[in-house]
T-cell receptor, first 114, second 111 residues
């Protein structure tokens, strides 16, 4: 298995632009998590899905952030409009099911908003 | 959200030394996981501990879950440069399947 695949690996964008981050979870995993990692705040959970349904989005910082999971093999995290304070590494992780929370992470997307 | 505190935040030691990293909370967790993250990569799971008082060993790494399931420690014996990385503890909240991560311990092992 190729593991969790995220794209792009790096994204540099100007303030105000829309940014879309993509994730393909491990095949057969039913739950998907989006995290943001910064030096100041560490790893923060933004949102997670179970069977493609959003379960908890309380970590989404504000309305500029949205996430979708149209099917079991794809999810997106969108920021519109982006701001410099959104600069961080965004990770996607998947787990087999909610009874086993051992998470498999992608390599992350390093986002820089200038 | 239940909080996890890790200490120390940074640790720089010489090859061959022993070290312990701590992960503490005032809350009870269903289980606790330890991950290691290298630069430019995502965290990789090392171990999961579930039972209070449980001890697991992974070669030179020893993981312990506190009796009350509120804290955990990671002990590395005879550290090697390849152990360098960010060590993260993550607790599974009792109220659901969320993982709460500690802020991490950045370990540097110098040759």
């Amino acid at each position: 298995d190729a593991g969790v695949i995220q794209s792009p690996r790096h994204e540099v964008t100007e303030m105000g632009q829309e940014v879309t981050l993509r994730c393909k979870p491990i095949s057969g995993h039913n739950s998907l998590f989006w995290y943001r990692q910064t030096m100041m705040r560490g790893l923060e959970l933004l949102i997670y899905f179970n069977n493609n349904v959003p379960i908890d989005d309380s970590g989404m910082p504000e309305d500029r952030f949205s996430a979708k999971m149209p099917n079991a093999s794809f999810s997106t995290l969108k920021i519109q409009p982006s701001e410099p304070r959104d600069s961080a590494v965004y990770f996607c992780a998947s787990i087999r099911d909610l009874s086993n929370t051992e998470a498999f992470f992608g390599q992350g997307t390093r986002l820089t908003v200038v | 959200t239940q909080l996890l505190e890790q200490s120390p935040q940074f640790l720089s030691i010489q090859e061959g030394e022993n070290l312990t990293v701590y992960c503490n909370s005032s809350s009870v967790f269903s289980s606790l996981q330890w991950y290691r993250q290298e630069p430019g990569e995502g965290p990789v799971l090392l171990v999961t501990v579930v039972t209070g008082g449980e001890v697991k060993k992974l070669k030179r790494l020893t993981f312990q879950f506190g009796d009350a399931r509120k804290d955990s420690s990671l002990h590395i014996t005879a550290a090697q440069p390849g152990d360098t990385g960010l060590y993260l503890c993550a607790g599974e909240e009792t109220s659901g399947s969320r993982l709460t991560f500690g802020e991490g311990t950045q370990l540097t092992v110098n040759p």
